[in-house]
Nanobody, 114 residues
Framework: QVQFVESGGGLVQSGGSLRLSCAAS????????MNWYRQAPGKGRELVAY????????YYADSVKGRFTISRDNAANTLYLQMNSLKPEDTAVYYC???????WGLGTQVTVSS
């Protein structure tokens, strides 16, 4: 059974940092491109970043480019998102997902106060 457990969210002041983690299980993690999405209140789910199976060629949405860094540890089946210079508009529930698989975790809440 494919499972994702996101963690590391919290309440932080504008300009602060957080590091999100996503523990994956139930599939061959090292063979999949992995994505981070977020969903802000009243908005649709937005792709934030993705990283290839081998950890190369990361993609970032324009809204987070230069502030967020996606990485992965294939030995630990874990995906990360380092978020720096956080802004109130980054407030959302953050989810990880494997490209091509339909499962979602519960997400982790990130709240940035101004």
């Amino acid at each position: 059974q494919v499972q994702f457990v996101e963690s590391g969210g919290g309440l932080v002041q504008s300009g602060g940092s957080l590091r999100l983690s996503c523990a994956a299980s139930g599939f061959a993690f090292s063979g999949y491109t992995m994505n981070w999405y977020r969903q802000a209140p009243g908005k649709g789910r937005e792709l934030v970043a993705y990283i290839s199976a081998t950890g190369t060629s990361p993609y970032y949405a324009d809204s987070v480019k230069g502030r967020f860094t996606i990485s992965r540890d294939n030995a630990a089946n874990t995906l990360y998102l380092q978020m720096n210079s956080l802004k109130p508009e980054d407030t959302a529930v953050y989810y990880c997902k494997a490209r091509g698989l339909d499962s979602w975790g519960l997400g982790t809440q990130v709240t940035v106060s101004s």
